[in-house]
């Protein structure tokens, strides 16, 4: 049993990736910066004091996805588990998401899972013959392609098994609406909060940077040479520079729409878009292949110049998108 067209479209946010290939397959057309930016996702700031790659996802994976979704006009399933009670726990939990995805692929809907062919988002669209293996579709399609078995499902250390199923789409849903939903959480996306975290949520963990402060904690990761793993300098900058290169045309897209806040938008995307040039130049000096550019003391004070720029920048993007029409 499998579905046609359920395909991962290539991102640097796995999710994002997932969410566009789980949504053209249901018959729902976005672009990409649509989907970068209802999602949020484009505006968020926040990176591991290493650099560590895992620093990239929102703290809050199952009301942020389930979110995410519902601003796309569907309503979703999520459950999170990042614990396990027993050395049997995972396995009871992988059996209990292989009914419940079977159940669903039968309706004609696919699954976002983590942890396919590594710790990444990718989209599970069927079973194999034995009904015991996923099909999947990741962003490692054409290079790792075999199915995966159920008992596989996520990772074990850090323990983490995530699944998001599309339900249906919402009634009612108005893309526009939707859009100056996500437009008026932007300012504090680009600072670091999070709406959903509840109101009495513990501070996030230390080893994360928020916002304006997530430059300067960037910098003293290359200043210091604590990058973890050595490649998370070049991850993290091409991470960034396609998400503000997304949250500007984002941006200019919903200026067409939201004229009495064109002024304010398209300023705020000015400003996105010098960031992404900033972090374009900064993604160069420490190339994905080349571990060894971190000791080069010469591209780090150029790294941190080109960071000074794109908290600059940033700060001044926030300020134009607190002053959008309520």
């Known amino acids: 049993m499998a579905l046609e067209a359920v395909k991962f479209e290539p991102s640097m946010d ?38 560590a790659p895992d620093g990239l996802f929102p703290r809050q994976w199952d009301r942020t996805y389930t979110k995410v979704m519902e601003r796309l006009g569907y309503g979703a399933m999520a459950g999170l588990r990042d614990f396990f009670y027993t050395e049997d726990d995972i396995s009871y939990l992988r059996s209990g998401w292989r009914r419940n995805i079977g159940l669903h692929l039968e309706q004609g809907l696919p699954a976002i899972a983590y ?23 990741t962003r490692f399609d054409g290079h790792l392609d075999e199915p995966v078995h159920f008992n596989e499902l996520g990772i ?31 300012a504090g996306l680009l600072a670091g909060r999070e709406p959903e975290e509840a109101a009495e949520a513990a501070a996030p963990p230390p080893d994360l940077a928020l916002g304006l402060d997530a430059f300067e904690a960037w910098a003293e990761a290359l200043d210091a040479r604590s990058v973890i793993p050595p490649w998370g300098a ?21 200026a067409r729409s939201w ?68």
């Open 14 to 51: 796995s999710f994002v990736g997932a969410a566009l290939g789980v949504m053209r397959a249901l018959g729902e057309e976005f672009e990409p910066d649509e989907v970068w930016g209802l999602s949020g996702l484009a505006f968020r700031t926040q990176v591991h004091r290493t650099l």
């Open 115 to 137: 942890g396919l062919h590594g710790p990444a988002f990718g989209i599970i669209h069927g079973l194999d013959e034995s009904g015991q293996r996923y099909l999947v579709s």
């Open 156 to 186: 074990q250390d850090p323990p983490r098994v995530f699944v998001l199923i599309p339900t249906g789409p919402l009634p009612g849903y108005d893309r526009k609406q939707s859009a100056r939903a996500v437009l008026g959480e932007a």
């Open 234 to 254: 070049a991850y993290t900058a091409a991470y960034y520079m396609e998400a503000r290169g997304q949250a500007a045309a984002f941006l200019r897209r919903s």
């Open 259 to 326: 004229t009495d806040a064109k002024e304010a938008l398209e300023s705020a995307a000015g400003r996105l878009e010098a960031q992404g040039q900033a972090l374009e130049e900064l993604a160069k000096l420490f190339p994905l292949r080349e571990p060894q550019a971190l000791e080069d003391a010469g591209r780090r004070r150029a790294a941190r110049e080109c960071l000074n720029r794109a908290r600059a920048a940033q700060a001044v993007a926030q300020k134009h998108l607190q002053a959008l029409p309520g």
